[in-house]
């Protein structure tokens, strides 16, 4: 009788095995991901850049609210337009919070790696009817720890 985890374990060799092998086969086979980077990048970009902010909800915990599944859903069609495409919302995109306090907001860019604060360029924070504040994400951090006792 087989021991559970060796099985479980060489389930997900086989199941990384398989995966590498699409990814193979994709890369070779698939006319778009054959196309030369510089014109995969403008299909890309033209795919993302919608012209919207990315609205981020304090009560969703900050994830991604469901109206951006569609959105985001290329970056999930495969390892290599992923790994190509990862960025571009941070890049392309202006996110936008209304909460009553900027911690949410600061929470939200706490969990964002290294890479993506630093090319996340229009990042906009407003209190309920005020005017909007737009700074870079890594400006937000840096002002939020300037000034976190005066929040």
């Known amino acids: 009788m087989l021991n559970r985890r060796s099985t479980e374990s060489g ?3 086989h199941v990384l095995q398989t995966q ?3 990814s193979r086969c994709n890369t070779m086979n698939s006319p778009l991901l054959r196309l030369p980077a510089e014109i995969r990048n403008m299909i890309w970009t033209f795919a993302l850049d919608r012209g919207q902010d990315i609205e981020l909800l304090r009560h969703s915990e900050l994830r991604f609210p469901h109206t951006l599944q569609n959105y985001l859903s290329l970056l999930f069609v495969c390892r290599q337009i992923h790994a190509e495409t990862a960025l ?3 890049e392309l995109k202006t996110f936008s919070m209304l909460s009553p306090g900027r911690s949410y907001l600061v929470r ?3 969990r964002r790696t ?3 604060r630093e090319v996340m360029a229009g990042v906009k924070w407003s209190w309920y009817g005020s005017a909007p ?6 400006e ?4 939020s720890r ?3 006792d005066s929040w």
């Open 11 to 13: 389930f997900a060799s």
């Open 20 to 22: 590498d092998e699409i």
């Open 88 to 90: 571009l919302p941070y």
């Open 108 to 110: 939200f860019l706490e």
């Open 114 to 116: 290294v890479v993506q």
């Open 133 to 138: 504040e737009m700074h870079s994400a890594v």
């Open 140 to 143: 937000w951090l840096r002002m």
């Open 146 to 148: 300037v000034r976190k």
